[in-house]
């Protein structure tokens, strides 16, 4: 595991609610980030997309630090994008604690988890709704801080939840028991206030939300989703 430096408490100790820069309007960038934390999120999600992987171009390294710059804040970037080996370096500098990338876009994946370590940040590895995961979790657990589980087909905000990724979930859960790791279990895409206590039930310690966070209130929006994750816990 990456040196504690890195880790953030969360809700009773175990459950971290991540807001997705995605859903920020990306002219107030910082301020809306600066409203989540201080609202009580414990870090940022950035997803960060090429067009190739994923359809949609989001953002880079310069604009992720920008953020980091007038936040401070722990931040994942979540890599959609091909040959994200290329772009380690460049997240790293711009502040980000931890990055994370698809094993569909790595046909070397333990090579490159080490390089995010090396680069001293947090490694993770998501998985497409469709991808099998069994085998390149019992080959790379070792490496792992986080799982992410995609809960919608990556590339846009606001999609619905795809309901049989709660028995994803409790599978990747299982998994790692077995295999003595304790990596995050993040959960990332139509996370809301009527699915986020059976998510965390199911085994998610990491909750990325975008429009449940953003749209409206965010102040009264992550007041309900922590209060959901108290109670659940």
């Not at 408490?9 to 920020?24: D, E, R, T």
């Not at 569909?104 to 680069?119: A, D």
């Not at 709660?166 to 206030?193: F, P, R, W, Y």
């Amino acid at each position: 595991m990456t040196e504690e430096k890195n880790k953030i408490p969360g809700i009773s100790g175990k459950v971290k609610l991540l807001p997705s820069l995605l859903s920020v309007d990306f002219s107030r960038l910082g301020e809306y980030s600066l409203k989540a934390l201080t609202a009580g999120a414990h870090g940022l999600h950035a997803d960060v997309m090429d067009g190739r992987f994923v359809p949609p171009i989001t953002f880079g390294a310069d604009i992720v630090a920008s953020v980091f710059q007038e936040t401070g804040a722990w931040i994942d970037a979540h890599l959609m994008i091909i040959e994200p080996e290329r772009q380690i370096e460049s997240f790293a500098k711009a502040g980000v604690s931890a990055i994370t990338v698809h094993a569909e876009t790595c046909p070397h994946l333990n090579r490159v988890l080490s390089m995010i370590k090396e680069s001293g940040c947090e490694a993770g590895v998501s998985f497409n709704p469709s991808t099998a995961f069994e085998e390149i979790l019992r080959y790379s657990h070792s490496l792992l801080d986080r799982v992410l589980i995609m809960s919608v087909n990556p590339g846009w905000g606001g999609q619905s939840f795809i309901r049989d990724s709660l028995l994803k979930i409790e599978k990747v859960s299982q998994i790692l028991n077995q295999l003595g790791s304790d990596a995050e279990i993040q959960v990332d895409g139509g996370v809301n206030a009527e699915n986020i206590g059976e998510i965390v039930s199911c085994g998610a310690t990491e909750i990325v939300a975008g429009t449940a966070v953003f749209k409206g209130d965010i102040n009264e929006n992550i007041t309900i989703l922590t209060e959901i994750i108290k109670k659940t816990i």
